[in-house]
């Protein structure tokens, strides 16, 4: 027989029913507790895969281990968290704390905010000089599905629609895998529409500046949620080579797109910053501009606009040589 009812009064000072906990009670005990996120001001560094921290901080001792960026502002603090959302933590020292009274604060309101819905996005020149700075996601990538190592099996090829290829043959890219605002892909060594008249022991730099061509496309559409049938022209492509690369073990691309699909404009400028790694290192690294147009229909009637202009600079350049050859006569 249950116990009777005992009445209580809300806050509203209304009269509620309850009635006491049962003893044991399955539905209860067998509740599902979610674990709590765990906060971006942190005091044990390294839960995450990269720690940000001041450059005139210290960290604690015994963080061989922990993968340190350091950090000259609050605006690179808000650009590394816009980047790598969840995969990033900063740690803040008592004795910096204690210099800084107001920093702590300014840091936990930054944490509790939603990374992807930040209103605004740092320009190329800033975005590629945080990017440049920050090495490689170790730990995600240890266990992604991406080959890391000598004898990781590569995974598969990516959608070529992404990449606006008619075949996998031509296709430099493997599956992404996500972090933050980045995608990886693991580069494949060669594809048919390149041709060498020689071998190489390491990865020609024509196919480095495809790979990254085709990272920029894929990204724009995986992460940035530009529909298939949209298309893309460049606008310009800056390059950095560092090291070469070697054919022999496996190669990591990271690639990062400003582009975000609103579904309002008929074309947007974009950018997108590419890096190339093998064993860690940095081997290159791309900073493009393009021009994205939602549809088919509106890159066709660029390319038909370009066609004319094309037309017309060439009928302009005739004519003045024509008129420099007729002088000389």
Same mark, same amino acid.
């Given at each position: 027989?249950?116990?009777? +009812?005992?009445?209580?009064?809300?806050?509203?000072?209304?009269?509620?029913?309850?009635?006491?906990?049962?003893?044991?009670?399955?539905?209860?005990?067998?509740?599902?507790?979610?674990?709590?996120?765990?906060?971006? *001001?942190?005091?044990?560094?390294?839960?995450?895969?990269?720690?940000?921290?001041?450059?005139?901080?210290?960290?604690?001792?015994?963080?061989?281990?922990?993968?340190?960026?350091?950090?000259?502002?609050?605006?690179?603090?808000?650009?590394? =968290?816009?980047?790598?959302?969840?995969?990033?933590?900063?740690?803040?020292?008592?004795?910096?704390?204690? +210099?800084?009274?107001?920093?702590? %604060?300014?840091? $936990?309101?930054?944490?509790?905010?939603?990374?992807?819905? =930040?209103?605004?996005?740092?320009?190329?020149?800033?975005?590629?000089?945080?990017?440049?700075?920050?090495?490689?996601?170790?730990?995600?990538?240890?266990?992604?599905?991406?080959?890391?190592?000598?004898?990781?099996?590569?995974?598969?090829?990516?959608?070529?629609?992404? @990449? =606006?290829?008619?075949?996998?043959?031509?296709?430099?890219?493997?599956?992404?895998?996500?972090?933050?605002?980045?995608?990886?892909?693991?580069?494949?060594?060669?594809?048919?529409?390149?041709?060498?008249?020689?071998?190489?022991?390491?990865?020609? %730099?024509? *196919?480095?500046?495809?790979?990254?061509?085709?990272?920029?496309?894929?990204?724009?559409?995986?992460?940035?949620?530009?529909?298939?049938?949209?298309?893309?022209?460049?606008?310009?492509?800056?390059?950095?080579?560092?090291?070469?690369?070697?054919?022999?073990?496996?190669?990591?691309?990271?690639?990062?797109?400003?582009?975000?699909?609103?579904? $309002?404009?008929?074309?947007?400028?974009?950018?997108?910053?590419?890096?190339?790694?093998?064993?860690?290192?940095?081997?290159?690294?791309?900073?493009?501009?393009?021009?994205?147009?939602?549809?088919?229909?509106?890159?066709?009637?660029?390319? @038909?606009?370009?066609?004319?202009? %094309?037309?017309?600079?060439?009928? $302009?350049?005739?004519?003045?040589?024509? *008129?420099?050859? %007729?002088?000389?006569?």
């Amino acid at each position: 027989m249950n116990k009777p +009812v005992i009445e209580s009064f809300s806050g509203k000072g209304q009269m509620l029913p309850f009635r006491p906990l049962l003893k044991g009670r399955p539905s209860l005990l067998n509740i599902e507790r979610k674990n709590r996120r765990q906060s971006f *001001l942190t005091d044990r560094p390294g839960l995450k895969p990269y720690t940000l921290v001041f450059e005139d901080d210290e960290l604690p001792p015994d963080t061989a281990s922990v993968q340190a960026v350091r950090v000259s502002s609050l605006e690179e603090v808000a650009g590394y =968290h816009f980047l790598l959302g969840r995969s990033c933590e900063m740690y803040l020292s008592g004795a910096y704390a204690g +210099v800084h009274p107001d920093i702590a %604060g300014k840091l $936990q309101l930054m944490g509790t905010l939603n990374s992807r819905r =930040h209103s605004s996005l740092p320009d190329m020149e800033t975005a590629a000089a945080l990017i440049r700075k920050l090495p490689m996601n170790l730990r995600g990538l240890l266990q992604s599905p991406l080959a890391v190592s000598d004898g990781d099996h590569l995974p598969g090829s990516l959608d070529i629609r992404c @990449i =606006h290829k008619k075949t996998e043959k031509n296709s430099l890219l493997s599956i992404p895998w996500e972090d933050g605002r980045f995608l990886y892909f693991n580069m494949f060594e060669g594809i048919d529409e390149f041709r060498f008249d020689h071998e190489s022991d390491h990865v020609q %730099g024509m *196919l480095i500046l495809e790979a990254m061509r085709q990272a920029a496309i894929a990204t724009t559409h995986i992460a940035g949620k530009l529909p298939l049938d949209g298309g893309m022209t460049l606008l310009s492509y800056d390059t950095r080579f560092y090291n070469y690369i070697e054919s022999t073990s496996p190669v990591i691309l990271r690639a990062y797109s400003d582009f975000a699909w609103t579904g $309002q404009s008929d074309e947007q400028s974009s950018y997108a910053i590419c890096q190339i790694y093998q064993w860690g290192k940095l081997c290159a690294e791309a900073s493009l501009k393009a021009c994205v147009f939602m549809s088919k229909e509106g890159y066709a009637t660029h390319r @038909i606009r370009s066609g004319r202009i %094309g037309t017309r600079i060439k009928r $302009q350049f005739d004519a003045k040589v024509d *008129l420099i050859q %007729g002088v000389r006569q």
